[in-house]
């Protein structure tokens, strides 16, 4: 059994999947390792910091250009807001990938309050201030099966992982042993967070946005200390906002077709695909899934969380 700070690189891990390493409790993606100690002994929080959290595919980059246009709305209008020429994740950076990487300890000087962060760490992982101070975390989840579905498509669009296939992608998550993970530990941990702290910490999930943006921006706007006024509302503020942030919007806007991340050579492409809710029947088997649940919904008994 490892101990909880030594980090264990995954006898699993196959030529064309990330590296991973178990450090705090979860697996890390192992590049990441010095970046995640560096951001916990450095990374100061204010008490009016936001930060986004997530799984990586359960719609980041749509929270990002939802946050970031809500926090912004009176700063820029929509036709000059920054989401039209940069994609979200280079307005709304990660800790552990972006903002602590290569041993940076950046400075924050000239960064103005509320400050907007984002991170895909479970939240035994971040910072002691994020924990200890009155900073808000915005927690977004979706389906695991759809993340898988999501995760593999992403990986795969990068030539060097053309190859990892989308069996391997899922026995990963079978066993817990995927990126940022296990899942069922991710989320419940933020689940229990929100329950426990409701001022603390705000959870989403994707599938209920999708069905209907608006309660969720009002709400989010709200929890992030930018309510919407009457005024506002009645001009149809929130709807403009939701169209704006939509996936065929900012799926269509040029930094997204055709752009690399300012931040990594990452292109932007990737991160939107097609945003269903259910798509995974299209790719894994009834008994896969049925595998998976059983799997799944173990780990989430009791918990009152369900998909
Ligand atoms: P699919 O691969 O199922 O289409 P993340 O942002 O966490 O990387 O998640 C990516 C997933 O969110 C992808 O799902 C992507 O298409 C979807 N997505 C990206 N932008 C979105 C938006 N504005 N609205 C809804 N879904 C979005």
């Known amino acids: 059994m490892a101990e909880e700070n030594s980090p264990v690189t995954s006898q699993h891990s196959k030529k064309h999947a990330p590296a991973l390493t178990h450090f ?6 192992s590049q990441l390792v010095p970046n995640v100690i560096s951001f916990q002994k450095h ?3 204010l008490d009016d910091d936001i930060v986004l959290a997530s799984k990586p595919k359960t719609g980041t980059t749509w929270l990002k250009s939802l946050a970031f246009s809500i ?3 009176n700063r820029f209008t929509l036709s000059d807001s920054p989401l039209n020429s940069s994609n979200p994740h280079d307005l709304v950076p990660y ?10 300890i950046p400075d924050f000087a000239d960064v103005s309050s509320p400050r907007l962060f984002s991170t895909h760490l479970p939240y035994q992982a971040l910072a002691e201030s994020i924990k200890q101070s009155n900073s808000r975390i915005v927690y977004i989840a979706r389906n695991p099966l759809d993340v898988i579905v999501s995760l593999w498509h992403f990986i795969t669009s990068k030539p060097e992982r053309a190859d990892w296939t989308l069996e ?5 998550f079978c066993r817990g ?18 329950s426990e702290k409701p001022n603390k910490v705000l959870f989403l999930k994707y599938e209920d946005m999708k069905e209907n943006a608006k309660p969720h921006i009002r709400k989010m706007a709200e929890f992030m200390g930018f309510p919407f006024s009457v005024e506002e509302e009645t001009a149809g503020v929130i709807e403009e906002i939701a169209k704006f942030c939509s996936l065929s919007n900012l799926k269509d806007l040029e930094v997204n077709k055709t752009g690399t991340l300012a931040a990594s050579p990452r292109q932007t492409k990737p991160f939107f695909r097609k945003g269903e809710v259910g798509d995974y029947v299209n790719y894994l088997s ?6 998976f649940c059983k799997i799944f919904d173990e780990k ?3 918990s009152g969380l369900t998909f």
């Open 24 to 29: 705090q409790g979860h697996w890390c993606l």
């Open 43 to 45: 990374f100061q929080a």
């Open 71 to 73: 926090m912004n709305r």
């Open 95 to 104: 800790f552990e990938m972006t903002l602590y990487k290569d041993g940076q």
């Open 168 to 172: 391997e992608c899922f026995e990963q």
């Open 177 to 194: 042993e995927e990126a940022y993970g296990p899942f069922w530990d991710h989320v419940l941990r933020y689940w229990k967070e929100s």
């Open 286 to 291: 009834n008994s896969a899934v049925e595998r």
């Open 300 to 302: 989430l008994s009791g």
